[in-house]
């Protein structure tokens, strides 16, 4: 690790965030959720410690409920979208012939489909909220990383211990999962990395126009979309929100490439 | 070549014509254009409502097949429907789509113009201050989101508005509605209402071009073609302009649609936070209306300008790389 500090900056800022986020809510003196009727937009102050929102919520409270949302909204869209990627990829690559091409001529199609219009298209029908957001983001978010994976697990195939492991009478499934993903490991983590802070950005700005996370819930993108009007007037509510939201998308890039430069030798911005 | 191009061509229309065809089902069949008639008070019978939307091809009881057949036959036809509203869909999506455009055009190329630039510098003066700068500076514009970016400098022009105590920079809208002082004055109007949206697009994508260019450049700098270039002669900097940034601008033309992508996303942002009536606010406010035709419309457009860009990115990759051009 000591290799990369981009990685060891991006992770430590990252802690901090995850500490900020799930330490927050306990030490506040109110709830993401509660109401004082008596300050709106209120300065900070020794009972609101960044002020109050112009519906008179804790700023440092409800932003925290809403960096929450968005980071694991963005963890498991980055998972999921990596899994589906790694399994489109590594079976075209591997099974090669009529299924590839079929396979890919689909990830072509979806490329083509710009995902955000797809996302906003949909969003509307998915009144849940969050748990339906994920889903969906993840979908529209796999294609690009399928294609490396593709590319390289067709370029394992014909290995030596591949070959080996088939002629030995190992199933197809099995020599995928025993030989072929072990190779891709370190692409997979880094494009995981990388893809949440994508999906943060996504869901945030899908929340920013109304069409993300709904109320009563709240996500940076949602706090940031109520904040912005007023923001000259009262820096606290946009600002949090904001800054949280850069802060943790400069701190994932951060490991996402730092992870690169350490598992991945011939990446080239690494050096 | 140009068989090269030829066959990408081909297989992108069919592509496009796929994916327009999907928008359009996916849009028929998430979208619900009765909620907007039947909430109209007084509520109107339901058989008007019915006749209403079968006329506009908005029916959902008419079966998604005759729908999509009656909308391809109007397509092909180069017509794009009906709004909810009776209205037809070209005349106002060619005019929100040149406000789009003159929104996001300057932007884009200053941006990628200047990333590439920027990120090429960055990698031959690896190490340095200004790498360091140029490096830092880049990961920071890819953390700040268009939407929080736009705001920040809104409210950096209006304190600088205050600083000065002139309204130095407007940023409401295209034009400042009812003002005349002739064609040189409009012109200047216009200038000065697209300043700090231009530089919110250059910036987002100054950001993504940089980063690419700069890993892109640091892979060649020690290419072997490179220090023949050097050995036979050439200064380092016409060494590394003639051969290496164009070798490495490559694989950045391919990453090009990537860029206009998250450029159609970046617009929608944009146009709503600094009040351009653009066809990314038209897919927003239609999307909540549930008008499927403009949704498919504008779903249909950025297709086509997606294949576009993949297009266009095929022939500066032809230009710059004699590979491709060898390898029909």
């Given amino acids: ?271 | 070549m140009a068989a090269f191009l030829l066959g990408r061509l081909a297989s992108r229309l069919v592509l496009a014509v796929l994916a327009a065809s999907l928008a359009y089902a996916l849009a028929a069949a998430a979208l619900d254009p009765r909620a907007g008639f039947e909430g109209r008070a007084p509520r109107p019978p339901e058989a008007v409502v019915d006749a209403r939307l079968t006329a506009l091809n908005l029916n959902d009881r008419t079966p998604l097949a005759d729908r999509y057949l009656v909308w391809a036959e109007g397509v092909v036809h180069g017509d794009f429907g009906h709004t909810s509203d009776g209205e037809a869909v070209n005349a106002e999506l060619w005019r929100r789509l040149g406000v789009s455009f003159r929104l996001l055009f300057l932007g884009a190329v200053l941006g990628s113009v200047l990333g590439v630039l920027l990120g090429a510098y960055a990698a031959v003066r690896r190490g340095r201050t200004a790498d360091r700068l140029i490096s830092l500076g880049s990961y920071l514009l890819l953390a700040v989101p268009v939407f929080v970016l736009a705001v920040l400098l809104q409210i950096a022009a209006s304190r600088a508005n205050r600083a000065m105590g002139v309204q130095a920079f407007v940023w409401v809208g295209e034009a400042t509605p009812g003002a005349s002082d002739g064609v040189i004055g409009g012109l200047a109007d216009r200038a000065r209402h697209l300043l700090l949206p231009t530089v919110t697009i250059a910036l987002t994508q100054l950001g993504l071009y940089c980063r690419y260019q700069r890993a892109m450049m640091l892979d060649v700098l020690h290419a072997d073609f490179v220090r023949t270039a050097r050995a036979k002669g050439l200064r380092r900097r016409s060494a590394l302009l003639r051969h290496g940034l164009r070798v490495a601008l490559t694989p950045v033309t391919t990453y090009f649609v990537y860029a206009f992508g998250l450029l159609l996303l970046g617009g929608i942002h944009t146009e709503k936070i600094f009040g351009w009536h653009g066809a990314g606010e038209w897919l927003v406010d239609s999307v909540a209306r549930g008008d499927v035709n403009v949704v498919a419309a504008i779903v249909c457009v950025a297709v086509c300008g997606v294949v576009l860009a993949g297009l266009i990115s095929d022939v500066l990759q032809g230009v710059l790389d004699p590979r491709v051009r060898a390898a029909e």
């Fill in chain 1, 1 to 271: 690790m000591t290799r990369s500090r981009r990685a060891v900056a991006g992770l430590v800022l990252l802690a901090l965030v995850f500490a900020l986020v799930f330490a927050g809510p306990v030490v506040s003196p109110w709830s993401w959720d509660g109401t004082d009727f008596a300050a709106f937009r209120a300065g900070p102050s020794a009972e609101h410690w960044l002020g109050t929102t112009e519906s008179g919520r804790d700023v440092f409270a409800v932003t925290l409920r809403g960096a929450r949302t968005s980071l694991l909204i963005g963890l498991a869209v980055a998972v999921i979208s990596t899994g589906i990627a790694a399994a489109v990829g590594t079976v075209a690559g591997y099974a090669g012939g009529r299924l590839d091409r079929t396979l890919m001529w689909g990830v072509d199609l979806l490329i083509v489909l710009p995902p955000f219009l797809v996302v906003v298209l949909l969003a509307p029908r998915l009144d849940g909220g969050a748990p339906l957001l994920v889903p969906l983001l993840a979908a529209f978010m796999w294609m690009i990383t399928a294609r490396m994976v593709r590319a390289l697990s067709a370029s394992l195939r014909d290995r030596e211990y591949v070959l080996a492991a088939r002629f030995l009478g190992v199933g197809a499934p099995r020599v995928i999962v025993r030989h072929v993903l072990p190779q891709l490991a370190s692409l997979l983590v880094v494009d995981a990395s990388l893809n949440v802070s994508v999906a943060i950005v996504a869901e945030s700005g899908l929340s920013y126009l109304g069409l993300g996370v709904r109320p009563p819930d709240v996500s940076l993108g949602t706090l940031i979309a109520d904040g912005h009007g007023a923001a000259a007037a009262s820096p606290w509510p946009f600002g949090f929100a904001a800054g949280l939201l850069v802060l943790i998308v400069l701190a994932v890039s951060l490991l996402g490439d730092g992870l690169r430069d350490v598992l991945d030798p011939t990446s080239g911005g690494a050096r």
